[in-house]
């Protein structure tokens, strides 16, 4: 199958947490997931002033995006389905006819799916007749979950004839308000294109496959299932040249729960891709958009050039500094560099499209400075690199250096890095009759020397350098 021009046929799963058990209740869900997909760049700040994050990102599929600013109509069948007799929804408590049911059922998944509506330029427009529907949403009697086509592919009429659904939710008298909008707000991230966080290039669990394949087997799912829809990255599932320099993000409304029996020991102790303060969950089910999630769709429907990365400081004398950045973008009109002034960021200068580097001259000798680069547009958010601090002085000399001799021609040497505004290291060797002098780069903290002559002695001395000097070890 050519990955390159067919989309692939995808077996997902949606899982539940019961907020009072915090037991599972799985049910079948399924995706056409796109390929190839694209690494969506997120800052997670909101705000003009606010202590800068480090910089994420989110996975969606570049082929099945709608067009920004495009309203999607969205078609509902009740199929005759009595709402009302017995075993009444949350929302139609109050409510005594069929008629009134189906209106409050359409508004709650409408203020559901409107919430990706405020951070991207695309909409909904509910209640249109059946033929005329690009979204066609049928119900099923359970308690929360549901499948969705993947963004346009609803317009694939091989896929999807116009009798049949595009997407399925479930609800019964039992389901809550915070699991039946969490349902419905994930199903629509997949409308708009957006994949499994899951299943991101840089997910890193050490997968326990035997007891993810046992916890699924009662839905009948195979082996083979399991592993291409849930365990397998998207990278490897298709054919693609994007780089998947992506950031996972556990809190993610389009990722799974994950149980903690499914991961490594180690995972569920890593914080950062295991957040849950709960033993047996590593992930707990989501039913919010997480602040990437907002970022990912401002950039993919209002516009929002990528923010750079790799934000680093070199100092350069006592008097300036010089930031560097990478381009992730190609719709910048440029750079704003901000700098902190007292106690917060100030703008201080800006460059041109694909310029990656700016030098701040005129700065005071031994005081720190932090930074920040934004690419901007004439869309008016403003989308922030991580921040780097460097300071106008000599690096702190290392310090705790040992050598190790490893073989009969090698020897290894490390050192403790107590500096963070040098360049680099530079090593110096000395054999008895001269100094050879090695460099390293920053933030380096040892250094095999090899191809040395057996039964002879040598001597290594450490030093950090900058613009301003270097320092050396005792």
Not at 40 to 64: C, H, K, M, N, R
Not at 209 to 214: F, G, N, P, S
Request: proline fraction near 4%; include cysteine.
């Amino acid at each position: 199958m050519n990955h390159n021009t067919i989309s692939v046929f995808y077996l997902c799963v949606y899982l539940i947490i019961s907020s009072s058990l915090f037991s599972t209740t799985l049910y079948a869900e399924m995706d056409f997931c796109a390929t190839p997909p694209i690494s969506i760049s997120i800052s997670e700040e909101d705000g003009e002033e606010t202590e800068p994050t480090v910089t994420q990102f989110l996975v969606a599929s570049e082929d099945l995006l709608w067009k920004p600013g495009k309203t999607v109509k969205v078609a509902f069948d009740f199929q005759g389905r009595d709402l009302v007799s017995s075993n009444k929804p949350y929302m139609c408590k109050s409510v005594t006819t069929q008629k009134e049911c189906e209106t409050l059922i359409i508004n709650e998944v409408a203020t559901a799916a409107n919430t990706w509506s405020k951070y991207g330029n695309i909409g909904f427009q509910f209640g249109v007749p059946w033929n005329e529907g690009e979204i066609r949403i049928r119900f099923v009697n359970a308690n929360g979950g549901g499948w969705s086509a993947v963004g346009t592919n609803v317009s694939n009429a091989k896929w999807y004839p116009p009798d049949t659904n595009t997407m399925q939710l479930g609800f019964n008298g039992e389901v809550t308000p915070e699991v039946f909008r969490g349902a419905v707000t994930h199903e629509f991230g997949h409308a708009i294109g957006f994949q499994h966080e899951h299943q991101s290039p840089k997910v890193r669990y050490t997968w326990k496959k035997e007891e993810i394949v046992r916890d699924w087997d009662g839905l009948g799912l195979t082996e083979k299932q399991v592993i291409d829809n849930i365990l397998t990255p998207l990278n490897e599932q298709s054919i693609s040249k994007y780089p998947f320099d992506i950031e996972y993000d556990p809190y993610s409304i389009m990722v799974y729960a994950i149980k903690s029996s499914w991961v490594s020991p180690a995972d569920k102790a890593n914080r950062s891709s295991c957040p849950s303060q709960k033993p047996e969950w590593c992930v707990e089910d989501t039913t919010k958009l997480s602040e990437t999630d907002k970022w990912a769709i401002a950039q993919l429907y209002l516009g929002v050039p990528f923010p750079p990365t790799n934000l680093f400081a070199t100092v350069l004398s006592s008097s300036s500094i010089k930031i560097a950045w990478a381009d992730k973008s190609n719709n910048e009109t440029g750079f704003k560099i901000y700098r902190v002034v007292g106690s917060k960021w100030s703008q201080i200068a800006t460059v041109k499209a694909e310029v990656t580097s700016y030098t701040n001259t005129g700065l005071q000798a031994g005081t720190s400075y932090s930074y920040r680069v934004s690419a901007y547009n004439n869309v008016r958010v403003d989308n922030y690199s991580n921040y780097t601090t460097a300071t106008t002085a000599l690096p702190v000399a290392p310090s705790k250096l040992s050598a190790k001799a490893l073989s009969s021609s090698s020897i290894e040497i490390t050192w403790t890095d107590n500096s963070n505004n040098e360049t680099g290291f530079r090593i110096r060797r000395w054999d008895g009759k001269k100094w050879s002098i090695i460099y390293v780069g920053r933030n380096v903290t040892s250094y095999t020397d090899k191809g040395l002559q057996a039964g002879t002695t040598y001597s290594h001395r450490v030093s950090a350098y900058n613009g301003v000097g270097e320092t050396y070890n005792e």
